[in-house]
């Protein structure tokens, strides 16, 4: 599964032109919440490095949005700091024996921020909006085959197959979070979302800040703050510098050079987490010399994923030659790599590919792929291959893959939580992002059979086995998981840095 | 008019051996090179000279309206005992306006557009004078009534295009005589009004002059003018003052081949009909003047090699007469 | 002065001139240095890549934010690449986009100019009423606007900086053409039926050279500026070619612990557009003789 | 008078009219196709066809201009790619963010322009002319986002005196608004100022060479008062009309400024428009920036008016 900025272009686009025909007044969003923040608690002013794009978590792909969204809106599950899915909109869920029905309960008493009771009807407008509007997380219920209000407090999923990993699909993000169908009919959504959540929007100034108040009604518990600012902030230094001044309490957009040094003083707490996180390369199977797989093992041995590391991450990130994070219970020790150029230029040999020129696609979007890139490109070239770099701004970057137009590029997959979001939709023949193409019959059936798998130790073999031939295959060359980098003031308390990125303040408080 | 000579002791406004340079891109102008001469208390000096001859400059100089640098000044300035080119910024200021009145020559661009006609006849009254509300009020009526400005107090608060340019030239007049100055400096003060206009500009500084008993320093080029108005003339050429003379002296036996020129350029009305002489050739170049006489490149009647190599310096021809030749060249026919 | 030229063949004093103004400028010691620092900037950027001590791209991580010193005179950067190496071969970059984007400029705003000025009329209107739109872009402004449809890049950073500047030329030369057009000795040219193309190329284009010239050494200095701006904003050169714009951006995220490498750029940029900003003033001292006749008019009466 | 000012409009309105017709055909070379680009990976022709339909993009071109156009004077400026939002709302939304920075930059820019221009003028050839010649070249030569760096660095991170960014409404909080906007506005008062220095200069230096001045000067009236009342008010015209055209290097500043001090006004909305490719907003926001401009200049021609008794329209 995927959080992140990573379709932003798509579907931003998409829409757009929907909401072209929606027409869109302006949206008050003014102070006067329903709830009536008594502003009791303290103010929490958190530095984000980027302005949410909207609000409405059905469209949004931005990270910055769902920064936001984490707070105000909740999923049916929602996963724990380990990344476990516990009970969430949703008290409690079973399966039928064929595995092909879900039965949630759902929690009694929840309101949503208008004061609107939340019921199985409000599930089910969220899950068909999903789906019928082909949002961009629709793909999440490629699997449902209908999903019903049994009554009030009871929502039934049917799959089409056995579906393991559907607590992941449903609840990994506030992308699929249960959002009111009058705030979505209003058009109010997009800047004056309406959830469940712990924190209820009060301000939007565009390109300054967004303002929420604790919901004292949450069905959690009244949050110990009275209020959440977040502030936009691009610039990481700057970031530091509002944190050490105490203009902000907390944010994520520490200038990663400085972490290793802030840490030790004590002005600021920092937190880093091994994150879910992956960042790889890959080359064009469909182009030659890639197609063959000596000439990638070549590029394999040819980068020091450590160079890269330090260089792009400053350190904060953990080499690993498989996609899934070793801090996760999916985590596969296999790592047949090592830098070592003489064996690269002997694959390259056999491979006969003499001068080989890489078109290699960055994006200034992820500043650090243009980073590694440089890195690699100083790399390869003792391999006698000269890496072409090429940035672009995002949305053509994302074109040009969909359309083929490379012969390598780098990018990360940000959020994934279950096995088969890390390695379906990227190496399955008939994944969705297999932008690579990459066909191997056996990985295929590996991956189909996995993800139907409900046995864990039985799926955590069988994508043992398909990850050893996708890395032997190098059909991606995968480099790090990054680490969650955040840093706050002393004062703030009882918040956790998590391996998902999302940031939740409801347990968080400011002593004083 | 009288042919007398003034005395210095006599005379309101003397300069003496006045010399300004100009410090420019490409060397040191000597613009304006020993010039004396001076004026008495009703009485009329008429500087006469082509354009670029330095007259212009020199008055400039006496009225100290030259910046500095680039031009550089020196000589002396006397007015009533006092040599301005040692007095103080403040105390020159202090004679500009109040006893040296200066009207420049053309009227459509020395009136500040921005201002009205009243405020401009009258900043300097209140300035120098003290005046104020009502008083000064009253004052630039009577100045404009003065200088012959029709209905005055209704132009008061008129501005300078609302005026044709006669009316601005009496305006400018009224501004120079506005504290009744002692010496006023006409620089071209009619050359660029139409010829009925110029005759009635004429006709009322004479009038203002013998009403107040000031001097007049009339600088011209058009000797035309000259013959109306001056007592005596000085001729001045490349800088240099190359004759001087009672004005009947000097259009009666001009002396210098180049007044002769310049009386030859003169249509003379009601005359022979003759075509007009004119002196070929340019004035020399600031920058690089003639060794010798100033003149020599255009003289019609170069003598010899030390007019070529030697300047001439001035010397006295007859009564208050003086020219800057070596040899007497008076007119042979003259009119 | 008028009376001079307009009496010699137009084609006669340029010889001359160009001494004088040669002259002139060098009078000037603040241009002597600007020029100096032009030619310097020159001869890196035709020998850069000879000149720098270490390859631009030659990466050693362990060797980053090294301050400067005797081995990396500028420090090194995050990548530990040295910062002087990449200064220094820089240069060719900022100089050639702004040789090429000021001659797009150059080419298309005085074609304009001439055509509009010498011809009138509604060609006239037209084109300079499309000049004043795009004068009324901010200049940055316009180049991100074009850059954002074009596409990030060298390429079309100088294309879209040539666009921006484009209308200062055209008005600039059709300005001067209007003030010759009427000159007795274009008339003359053109009562003797010389042809439009010979008239706007032998009569009217070196009379209204002087003001180009000027405009063209003062553009080039805002040229450099611009594209050092959009490079800053990631729309310009993209990495790994350096670029002293590209190379603030890069480096602002480290100007606490690495100031060199946001102090060593800024300053080349600096530097660069001082040099071109003076040796333009002197040779518009020099070559606009508006501005002479100010100073020489005062020593005349 | 009327007359002149309706005259005036219909000539700004033509320009930007001209102005809006630039930027929709610079949309129209925009490569790719938007609706390819939002589709994405999930391509199928109905689709395609339908989200073409409805967004119009399957008309002729100058049906698509003149609807544009016709929107666009009913104050609909489209809608946002990327946020769902009306365009005219989101730039109003940023325009007193924008409005306020450039107005105080420019206060800051004559603030130094009108003393070192005046300086330089009256003291022409002397050792303070020079001075401040080489200071306005200095500041026309500095890159404005290098000196934002090294303000930040110096007056935030070294010094700690002046938050490094953000914005605070004047009406919420003058002292801390004046706290946030000193430095954005100094970087670009300064480079705007620097460039305005010289035309001061020779504006005054024409004004003091004006004939009426030396008449002035023979009234004996005292410098300052010649300078103050002759001088400045001959220059004001020249200087003002350069102020008006020099407005679009500031409004440039301010684009690059507020990128650098996350300044929420019209130049990062614009600067992110085109980093997310936010077309209709890029759109509108140039069209923002050019009206301004246009509005601006508008006003200083009126302005003539009332500062030169020459002219009456």
Redesign the interface.
């Given at each position: 599964m995927r959080v992140s900025r990573w379709?932003?272009?798509?579907a931003?686009?998409?829409?757009?032109?929907?909401?072209?025909?929606?027409?869109?007044?302006?949206?008050d969003v003014g102070g006067s919440g329903s709830g009536g923040a008594d502003a009791s608690g303290a103010q929490l002013v958190a530095a984000l490095s980027a302005?949410p794009?909207?609000l409405?978590p059905h469209?949004t792909t931005a990270y910055a949005s769902f920064q936001v969204l984490e707070n105000v809106y909740d999923t049916l599950v929602q996963p724990d700091e380990q990344l476990e899915m516990r009970p969430a909109l949703a008290e409690s869920w079973e399966t039928s024996k064929d595995q092909l029905t879900w039965t949630f309960k759902l929690r009694n008493g929840v309101k949503f921020h208008d004061g609107k009771d939340f019921t199985a009807d409000d599930v089910v407008y969220s899950y068909e909006r999903i789906i019928d509007e082909?949002l961009s997380n629709a793909y999440r219920f490629e699997s449902v085959k209908n999903v019903r209000a049994v009554d009030d407090t009871t929502v039934e999923i049917e799959v089409k197959r056995p579906t393991p990993n559907l607590l992941a699909l449903i609840g990994g993000f506030k992308g699929m979070a249960i959002v009111s169908e009058e705030n979505v009919t209003s058009g109010d959504i997009?800047?004056g979302p309406v959830g469940t959540g712990p924190f209820m929007l009060d301000e939007y100034?565009?390109?300054?800040s967004i303002t929420l108040t604790a919901n004292e009604d949450y069905w959690g518990g009244a949050p110990e703050l009275g209020s959440v600012q977040f502030?936009?902030?691009?610039?990481?230094?700057?970031a530091l510098?509002?944190l050490q001044?105490g203009?902000v309490q907390w944010t994520d957009n520490l200038?990663p050079?400085?972490v290793e040094a802030l840490g030790s003083d004590g002005t600021i707490e920092t937190g880093v987490v091994p994150s879910n996180d992956y960042w790889y390369f890959a080359a064009n199977q469909a182009r030659p010399p890639f197609d063959d797989p000596l000439v990638r093992q070549a590029l394999a041995y040819g980068v020091d994923r450590e160079?890269i590391t330090?260089?792009a991450k400053f350190g904060l990130a953990t080499v690993n030659q498989t996609a899934i994070p070793r801090t996760s219970q999916w985590y596969y020790d296999y790592a047949p790599y090592s830098y070592d150029p003489e064996r690269a230029r002997q694959l390259l040999d056999e491979a006969g590919v003499e001068n080989l020129t890489i078109d290699f696609m960055v994006t200034?979007e992820y500043p650090e792929t243009?980073?590694a890139?440089?890195?690699m490109?100083?790399?390869l070239s003792e391999v006698g291959v000269k890496l072409d770099?090429?940035?672009?701004?995002f949305?053509?970057w994302?074109?040009d893959q969909?359309k083929g137009n490379f012969d390598a590029f780098m990018l990360g997959w940000l959020g994934n939580i279950d096995p088969q979001d890390f390695y379906y939709a990227q190496h399955h023949s008939d994944g969705?992002?297999n932008y690579q193409k990459y066909s191997n019959p056996e990985v295929d059936r590996l991956l189909d059979q996995a993800g139907q798998e409900t046995d864990d130790e039985q799926r955590q073999e069988l994508y043992n086995q398909a990850v050893e031939i996708i890395v032997d295959d190098a059909s991606y060359i995968y480099l790090y998981n990054p680490d969650v980098v955040q840093g706050w003031a002393p004062e703030l308390k009882g918040y956790t840095v998590r391996p998902d990125r999302a940031i939740r303040f409801h347990q968080a408080s400011l002593s004083e | 008019m009288s042919a007398e000579v003034s005395s210095p002791a006599e005379s309101v406004l003397s300069v003496r051996d006045l010399t300004v340079r100009f410090a420019t891109r490409r060397g040191v102008a000597t613009v304006v090179d020993d010039v004396s001469w001076e004026v008495a208390a009703g009485e009329t000096l008429a500087i006469v000279g082509e354009s670029g001859s330095g007259k212009s400059v020199s008055a400039l100089a006496v009225m100290g309206l030259l910046p500095t640098p680039p031009a550089r000044v020196q000589g002396q300035v006397w007015l009533e005992g006092s040599d301005l080119l040692q007095a103080s910024p403040q105390e020159r200021r202090r004679t500009r306006g109040r006893r040296l009145g200066m009207v420049f020559q053309d009227p459509m661009t020395s009136l500040n557009p921005f201002l009205t006609i009243g405020k401009q006849v009258s900043e300097g009254v209140e300035h120098h004078l003290g005046l104020h509300g009502s008083e000064l009020r009253d004052r630039a009526v009577e100045l404009l009534g003065l200088v012959g400005i029709p209905a005055p107090a209704d132009r008061l608060d008129e501005h300078p295009h609302q005026f044709s340019g006669g009316m601005r030239q009496r305006v400018m007049i009224a501004i120079a005589l506005a504290c009744e100055p002692q010496v006023l400096i006409a620089d071209e003060a009619t050359t660029a009004l139409d010829v009925t206009t110029q005759a009635q500009i004429i006709e009322l500084l004479g009038r203002l002059q013998e009403d107040m008993g000031m001097a007049v320093v009339w600088i011209t080029h058009d000797l035309g003018v000259v013959a109306g108005i001056a007592d005596r003339v000085s001729v001045m050429y490349a800088g240099q003052v190359v004759e001087e003379a009672p004005v009947d002296a000097l259009y009666a036996d001009p002396r210098h081949p180049y007044t002769q020129g310049l009386l030859g350029a003169l249509p003379v009305i009601g005359g022979h009909g003759r075509e007009l002489a004119t002196i070929s050739g340019l004035p020399p170049d600031p920058l690089q003047m003639p060794p010798g006489c100033r003149f020599w490149p255009r003289c019609t009647r170069r003598l010899d090699a030390r007019c070529e190599h030697e300047p001439p310096t001035m010397w006295e021809v007859g009564p208050g007469h003086r020219v800057r030749t070596f040899y007497d060249t008076a007119r042979e026919g003259s009119r | 002065m008028s009376d001079q030229a307009s009496s010699q063949a137009p084609e006669a004093p340029a010889a001359e001139q160009r001494f004088q103004t040669l002259r002139a400028v060098l009078a000037n010691r603040l241009a002597v240095v600007g020029l100096l620092v032009l030619a310097a900037l020159v001869v890196a950027a035709l020998f850069g890549p000879q000149l720098a001590p270490y390859g631009i791209n030659a990466i050693e991580v362990e060797d980053r934010f090294q301050s400067p010193s005797l081995d990396h005179l500028f420090g090194t950067d995050e990548l530990g690449r040295d910062v002087f190496s990449r200064v220094l071969v820089a240069a060719r970059v900022s100089l050639q986009v702004g040789a090429i984007a000021v001659g797009i400029s150059l080419v298309a705003g005085v074609t304009l100019g001439l055509v509009a000025g010498f011809y009138g009329g509604r060609i006239d209107d037209v084109v300079m009423r499309v000049m004043d739109m795009l004068f009324a872009f901010p200049a940055i402004l316009l180049a991100i606007a074009i850059l954002a449809v074009l596409g990030p890049g060298l390429t079309n950073a100088m294309i879209a900086i040539g666009i921006v500047y484009t209308p200062i030329f055209a008005r600039i030369c059709r300005a001067s053409v209007l003030s010759v057009r009427e000159e007795v000795f274009v008339r003359a040219a053109r009562s003797i039926g010389a042809s439009d193309f010979r008239l706007l190329r032998l009569h009217i284009l070196p009379n209204v050279l002087a003001p180009i010239i000027v405009q063209t050494s003062l553009s080039l200095a805002f040229a450099i500026l611009s594209e050092a701006a959009l490079s800053f904003l990631g729309l310009g050169v993209q990495p790994p070619q350096p670029s002293w714009g590209r190379m603030l951006f890069d480096g602002r995220g480290f100007i606490e612990q690495a100031w060199w490498m946001g102090v060593f750029p800024g300053l080349a940029i600096f530097v660069t557009v001082l040099a071109f900003n003076i040796v333009g003033d002197a040779m518009r001292d020099a070559l606009d003789p508006k501005q002479r006749s100010v100073i020489e008019s005062r020593g005349q009466s | 008078m009327a007359r002149y000012v309706l005259r005036r409009a219909g000539q700004a309105a033509v320009v930007l009219l001209g102005v809006s017709l630039i930027v929709f055909a610079l949309m129209q070379l925009v490569p790719g196709d938007p609706v390819r680009v939002a589709l994405g990976t999930r391509f199928d022709q109905e689709t395609y066809d339908a989200l073409r339909a409805r967004a119009g993009l399957d008309q002729p071109l100058p049906v698509q201009y003149a609807q544009y156009l016709g929107n666009a004077l009913t104050g609909d400026l489209g809608v946002s790619f990327r946020s769902g939002q009306p365009v005219t709302a989101s730039l109003l939304e940023r325009l007193p963010a924008t409005l306020s920075l450039a107005g105080v930059a420019l206060l800051i820019a004559l603030l130094i322009a009108v003393p070192l221009g005046l300086i330089s003028a009256t003291r022409s050839g002397k050792v303070s002319d020079y001075v401040a010649t080489v200071f306005s070249q200095i500041g026309v030569s500095i890159p404005d986002f290098w000196m934002a760096i090294l303000l930040i660095v110096l007056f935030t991170s070294t010094l700690g005196w002046l938050p490094p960014s953000g914005y605070v409404p004047f009406t919420e909080d003058p002292v801390d608004w004046l706290a946030h906007i000193v430095l954005p506005a100094v970087t670009v008062g300064v480079v705007s100022g620097s460039i305005l220095t010289r035309f001061v200069r020779s504006a005054v230096l024409e004004s003091m060479g004006q004939e009426h001045v030396r008449t002035a000067t023979a009234k004996g009236l005292p410098g300052s008062l010649v300078l103050r009342r002759h001088v400045l008010r001959g220059a004001l015209v020249p200087i003002l009309t350069v102020t008006g055209v020099q407005l679009a290097t500031l409004l440039g500043g301010v684009v690059v400024v507020e990128v650098i001090f996350a300044w929420p006004g019209l130049g990062r909305l614009t600067y992110d428009a085109v980093a997310a490719r936010d077309y209709p907003l890029m759109q509108g926001a140039v069209l923002m920036f050019a009206a301004v401009f246009l509005l601006v200049n508008l006003l200083v021609d009126l302005l003539y008016a009332a500062l030169d008794p020459r002219i009456r329209y």
């Open positions: 379709s932003t272009a798509l931003a686009l998409v829409l757009t032109t929907t909401a072209c025909s929606g027409g869109g007044e302006s949206v302005e794009d909207q409405d469209k082909e997009g800047r100034v565009s390109g300054d502030t936009f902030v691009s610039e990481p230094t700057v510098a509002n001044s203009e200038p050079q400085q160079e330090e260089a200034n243009i980073s890139a440089q890195v490109a100083d790399q770099i090429r940035t672009e701004d949305a053509t994302l074109d969909a969705a992002n | - | - | -």
